[in-house]
């Protein structure tokens, strides 16, 4: 099996990262699996290069070890999004010659319109579907007014899977609501292309990420099967999901670059060891009980050896104290 941990270095590493980068490393380890780390750079505008190195050098101090992924290197090229963009360019060819994604040439204020349009039953509106009928002439005449956006033609379908936290999860796509965009208008590939394709890329066979990623999922295996058809290829499977609480503080908050959340590098400079994080996390989770550490202290290389049942998590937030 193959794991991952792939975050975005638009800012420094925080403790509800290393939580997930946690589970994720622990799950793969105790599989006997490869580990890979990606960084998901795709936002050229928030994302920049002296983090990810940044992000990469906690992730060392705090005892990670990667087999495939910077600095290691791989099977790919590069495990960097922002040098893969060719890759996604390609694939996007593909479904278009299948003609599975269509140009969208709506500007921000007509989609925020339809946004906030009442509807019957109260169904939260993502699209219209307006440009998904549009012919071949106005699209030629649009085209040379706006770079339009690549939305997925959807066909109304349910899906299903089974999540290791969240249990079995069961999701509706409707075809023209549920279009989503693959790549902007400025050019930039969108999170739910990129994650698919790199994942399909690099063999990832499990995905354990937080659970404020779980709606996209459905969108995200619609990808995996639309791609199985396009490029009839046997070797893309979906991957196993496990969607884990977040981290919260003493007040609610979800632990986020956006909240100021606490980062690895304001805890290191003011004394704390890495393993002593990694312990704090271990206790806060519920991983380990605090009186079976020595000042609540554990390293991730011990903490992997423990018979730890991660799949018992089933509360929806965990609160630490730090």
Not at 68 to 97: D, F, K, M, V
Request: proline residues 3%; negative net charge; aromatic residues 8%.
């Amino acid at each position: 099996m193959k794991g991952r941990f792939a975050p975005s270095p638009t800012g420094y590493i925080h403790l509800g990262n290393v939580w997930i980068a946690l589970l994720s490393y622990i799950s793969t380890r105790q599989q006997k699996g490869i580990y890979v780390v990606r960084m998901e750079d795709i936002d050229l505008q928030r994302s920049k290069r002296e983090l990810g190195e940044a992000l990469l050098d906690d992730l060392e101090w705090l005892g990670f070890e990667w087999d495939e992924g910077p600095r290691i290197g791989g099977p790919e090229s590069t495990y960097w999004q922002s040098e893969r963009q060719e890759y996604y360019a390609n694939i996007l060819e593909s479904l278009a010659l299948e003609k599975l994604i269509y140009p969208c040439f709506c500007n921000r204020a007509r989609l925020q319109s339809i946004a906030s349009a009442p509807h019957v039953g109260e169904v939260v509106h993502r699209y219209d579907g307006h440009c998904r009928h549009i012919d071949e002439e106005k699209v030629k005449t649009f085209s040379a007014e706006k770079d339009p956006s690549l939305r997925l033609s959807i066909d109304s379908c349910d899906i299903e899977f089974t999540d290791r936290w969240q249990g079995v999860q069961h999701i509706h796509l409707e075809g023209e609501l549920d279009d989503y965009v693959l790549r902007r208008g400025d050019g930039m590939y969108a999170y739910n292309l990129a994650v698919v394709l790199d994942d399909i890329a690099m063999g990832i066979t499990e995905v354990i990420r937080g659970d404020d990623l779980l709606d996209t999922t459905g969108q995200q295996i619609y990808l995996y099967k639309t791609l199985q058809q396009c490029l009839h290829s046997k070797h893309i499977k979906v991957p196993s999901y496990g969607h884990a609480p977040l981290l919260i503080d003493s007040e609610g908050h979800r632990l986020s670059k956006r909240q100021k959340s606490i980062t690895i590098r304001e805890l290191r400079d003011n004394q704390w060891s890495a393993n002593r994080i990694v312990g704090e996390l271990a206790i806060a989770g519920g991983l380990v009980k605090a009186d079976t550490l020595n000042n609540r202290e554990i390293s991730i290389s011990e903490l992997i050896k423990i018979d730890l049942n991660l799949p018992s998590l089933s509360q929806k937030t965990i609160e630490i104290k730090i």
